[in-house]
């Protein structure tokens, strides 16, 4: 069984998938828009990068700047056309209620017309009051295998502590989805989640030299993905 840690890079066009791809990505995250964070991209995109590489594909599910989940029959309504017309069968969501809690109707809706795929809750988690109780609310449904995290909102950097004490609560309920460390991380972050057994790294403009104007570089993925099997 391979142990290889699992690299997921943020694709906004074909060209950055196959960069991607050829530095070693595992996975990709598809979006558009990074000047609100990363939204819905459209089903011509996600056909377009389908079709350009061979590795899994998750595709972000968010309309607008923020978390709160706005207009759900225009999401379920989305989910389902990039399930039929683009070949979508991964997915990344989350969305929190005013209070910072986690939007359960919401999540469960989306999650209902995704029929069984496979999806992240992204980094609302480190925006929410109780991260904890959100996972134990989260707890169950059906294709939720990850949280993409950073551990606080602010980035790796001030989130560590977190990450590392969530890592040591694997198969605790709530607890039993993978940890995709991203939001501020660095290769120097690396060495303390691999030692506390996280396995799963996620890069956004880490992958990018010249900023998010320019493409993904394979050899910026490549560096990544050297450090992480080494």
Known sequence: MST??????IALDAEDAVAAQAGGADRLELVT??????????????????????????????????????DVERLTGTARRLRETAGADEFVLGF???D???????????????????????????????????????DGL???DTYLTAGAGTGVDEGL???LAEAGRG????YEPRILVGGGLRLDHVPDLLAAGIDAFHIGGAARPDGWSGPVSATAVR???EALDA
């Open 223 to 225: 560096e990544w993905r």
């Open 4 to 9: 290889r840690a699992l690299l997921e890079v």
């Open 96 to 98: 929190l209620d005013s």
């Open 100 to 138: 910072g809690g986690v939007d359960l109707a919401a999540v469960e809706r989306v999650v209902g017309v995704l029929d069984g795929c496979r999806w992240t809750f992204h980094r609302a988690i480190d925006r929410a009051a109780d991260r904890d109780a959100l996972r134990k609310q989260l």
């Open 171 to 174: 198969g605790e309920q709530g």
């Open 33 to 70: 828009d990074m000047a609100a964070d990363g939204l819905t991209p459209s089903a011509g995109t996600v056909a377009a990068i389908r079709a350009a590489v061979d590795i899994p594909l998750r595709v972000m599910l968010r309309l607008a700047d923020g978390f709160a989940a706005g």
């Open 142 to 144: 059906p294709g939720l």
């Open 161 to 163: 502590p977190t990450l």
